[in-house]
């Protein structure tokens, strides 16, 4: 019984740390139950040709998180962009990238769409967002809509009322 509650304890750390960090150096984590299914995907649509082949070139992990912040700043511009074509004000909502489990906070305005990045999990009763980097780059990239990443899997929302946010997401990353 002590085993299974500290294995539970271990897991639940891991769960909301980022593998990106070096105790855990770079390995996949289950950060969402969403995860296994976007990685998946996103294994299906490299071999399919939707997305880019993974990089398999040894890269520091300083370097993957710096890219990886790189593209939530692109993001959360074109976020902040596409409210102001909404007719309904955005929600607030948590973003994970598969894989390393880097969390991310949308914090929904009057004003503006802020964010936080790198933080410790979702935010409580809260939509969250569950995608890959390399969906995240290829969506910033225009060579894929939301809606396609949706309908392929690569793309999911859950946690709550998630409408609002899909069409942030599909106002923010339509083709200009």
């Not at 980022?18 to 299914?37: K, Q, R, Y």
């Given at each position: 019984m002590v085993v299974a509650v500290g294995l539970g304890v271990i897991l639940q750390q891991a769960a909301q740390a980022c593998a990106l960090e070096p105790m855990i150096n770079g390995g996949f984590t289950v950060s969402h139950p969403a995860s296994i299914g976007v990685a998946v995907a996103v294994a299906n649509a490299r071999r399919d040709g939707l997305l880019p082949a993974a990089d398999t070139a040894p890269v520091p992990n300083e370097i993957q998180l710096n890219r990886m912040l790189a593209s939530l700043r692109k993001l959360h511009k074109r976020l902040d962009k596409g409210r102001k074509s909404m007719s309904e004000p955005p929600r607030s909502f948590s973003l994970v990238l598969v894989g390393p489990g880097l969390w991310s906070h949308f914090y929904a305005s009057p004003a503006a769409i802020l964010a936080r990045y790198h933080t410790d999990g979702p935010m409580r009763d809260r939509v969250t967002v569950v995608t890959h980097h390399a969906v995240l780059q290829?969506?910033?990239?225009?060579?894929?809509?939301?809606?396609?990443?949706?309908?392929?899997?690569?793309?999911?929302?859950?946690?709550?009322?998630?409408?609002?946010?899909?069409?942030?997401?599909?106002?923010?990353?339509?083709?200009s």
């Amino acid at each position: 019984m002590v085993v299974a509650v500290g294995l539970g304890v271990i897991l639940q750390q891991a769960a909301q740390a980022c593998a990106l960090e070096p105790m855990i150096n770079g390995g996949f984590t289950v950060s969402h139950p969403a995860s296994i299914g976007v990685a998946v995907a996103v294994a299906n649509a490299r071999r399919d040709g939707l997305l880019p082949a993974a990089d398999t070139a040894p890269v520091p992990n300083e370097i993957q998180l710096n890219r990886m912040l790189a593209s939530l700043r692109k993001l959360h511009k074109r976020l902040d962009k596409g409210r102001k074509s909404m007719s309904e004000p955005p929600r607030s909502f948590s973003l994970v990238l598969v894989g390393p489990g880097l969390w991310s906070h949308f914090y929904a305005s009057p004003a503006a769409i802020l964010a936080r990045y790198h933080t410790d999990g979702p935010m409580r009763d809260r939509v969250t967002v569950v995608t890959h980097h390399a969906v995240l780059q290829t969506l910033l990239n225009g060579d894929l809509t939301a809606e396609e990443a949706m309908a392929h899997g690569l793309l999911t929302y859950s946690d709550g009322n998630a409408l609002p946010v899909q069409r942030l997401f599909t106002a923010a990353l339509s083709p200009s």
